[in-house]
Nanobody
Framework: QVQLVESGGGLVQAGGSLRLSCAAS????????MGWYRQAPGKQRESVAF???????NYADSVKGRFTVSRDNAENMVYLQMNSLKPADTAVYYC????????WGQGTQVTVSS
């Protein structure tokens, strides 16, 4: 089991940037894949970005070219750099650790104003 704590959310104007952080309570090297998801009001949770142990990343089409996921295995941290933010990016963002099942953080709110 692992506890995940997200931080870095907030209110930003369209076109701005935010960097989300996810702190894990144990080695993230134990987890083949770390990911970021988001859930907007009234919508299903959707995947945003994934990164495996060796740093290979995959992104949802909606964020490709704007968001960058990274991980620091030594510090047990995962990051999501979000640039050129749009109002459509407004959501609660969740960090997730994948190993068999999925372990979730509590989420951090990102609000992008137009």
């Amino acid at each position: 089991q692992v506890q995940l704590v997200e931080s870095g959310g907030g209110l930003v104007q369209a076109g701005g940037s935010l960097r989300l952080s996810c702190a894990a309570s144990k080695s993230i090297f134990d987890f083949p894949t770390m990911g970021w998801y988001r859930q907007a009001p009234g919508k299903q949770r959707e995947s945003v970005a994934f990164i495996n142990k060796i740093g290979t990343a995959n992104y949802a089409d909606s964020v490709k070219g704007r968001f960058t996921v990274s991980r620091d295995n030594a510090e047990n941290m995962v990051y999501l750099q979000m640039n050129s933010l749009k109002p459509a990016d407004t959501a609660v963002y969740y960090c997730a650790a994948h190993r068999g099942g999925i372990y979730w953080g509590q989420g951090t709110q990102v609000t992008v104003s137009s």
